[in-house]
């Protein structure tokens, strides 16, 4: 599928090695927002999607998206020119490990590649998208740390078996989990990613689940309605 069509957006994806999926969209409408939200920092933006869905999200908030892929990145920066908030919405191609940033943001967002196996598709485009070896979880938190504001959020989507390392990596780097859900395909499908929203402050958080579907095809309603405002289907 070359474009994918939301409700007040669509994105084009014909050449990024990552097309639109689950993850990217339950990130973008899982991500907390806090009312003082002005400054919005994408890292590794892909096709733009989480972008857009948090540009819908919010009124005035400024979003900077990060991609070190040229493809992925002209296309990011073509869905955000064609999409009702272009003008607050802007794409820098750039590796995050190396760009500078002369103030801080409110809200830090990733869906960053999480294949720690060193296995590799035969797509380097894809590999770049997918595998930590382009960006490992312990270079991330450190560049959050040195972006984040004070009373900001890093939301992030990770693998369930990385939860406990990326939380280890996060408090090194001054972050604690506020918000944790686990999300899974059906009740009886094991845990597969888990939704992580850090702060600075050390706080006590009770993780909660998520279940995407009844049976192939047929959603829950938890899943429904924190996707509705996006999908066509709902």
């Not at 400024?62 to 493809?71: F, G, M, N």
Request: hydrophobic letters at 40%.
């Amino acid at each position: 599928m070359s474009t994918f069509k939301f409700k007040q957006f669509q994105v084009t994806q014909k050449k990024a090695a990552a097309k639109v999926g689950t993850d990217a969209v339950l990130l973008g409408a899982w991500t907390p927002i806090q009312n003082k939200t002005e400054k919005i920092l994408d890292i590794g933006a892909g096709t733009g999607v989480i972008s857009l869905m948090l540009a819908q999200r919010t009124q005035n908030a400024q979003i900077t998206a990060v991609e070190i892929d040229l493809d992925a990145f002209k296309e990011s920066k073509f869905n955000f020119d064609n999409s009702p908030w272009a003008n607050r919405l802007k794409c820098l191609k750039s590796d995050i490990k190396t760009l500078f940033f002369s103030s801080y943001f409110d809200l830090i967002v990733s869906n960053p590649p999480f294949y720690t196996e060193k296995t590799f598709a035969p797509n380097n485009k894809r590999n770049l998208a997918r595998n930590t070896s382009s960006l490992e979880f312990s270079d991330l938190m450190e560049k959050v740390n040195s972006l984040l504001s004070p009373d900001g959020i890093f939301s992030v989507i990770v693998p369930y078996k990385e939860e406990i390392n990326i939380c280890e990596l996060a408090e090194r780097n001054n972050l604690f989990p506020h918000k944790i859900t686990r999300v899974r395909g059906n009740e009886n499908a094991p845990l597969k990613r888990s939704l992580i929203a850090f702060g600075r402050e050390q706080k006590k958080s009770t993780p909660d689940e998520l279940i995407i579907e009844v049976e192939r095809h047929i959603y829950t309603q938890e899943y429904i309605n924190l996707t509705k405002d996006f999908y066509l289907k709902f």
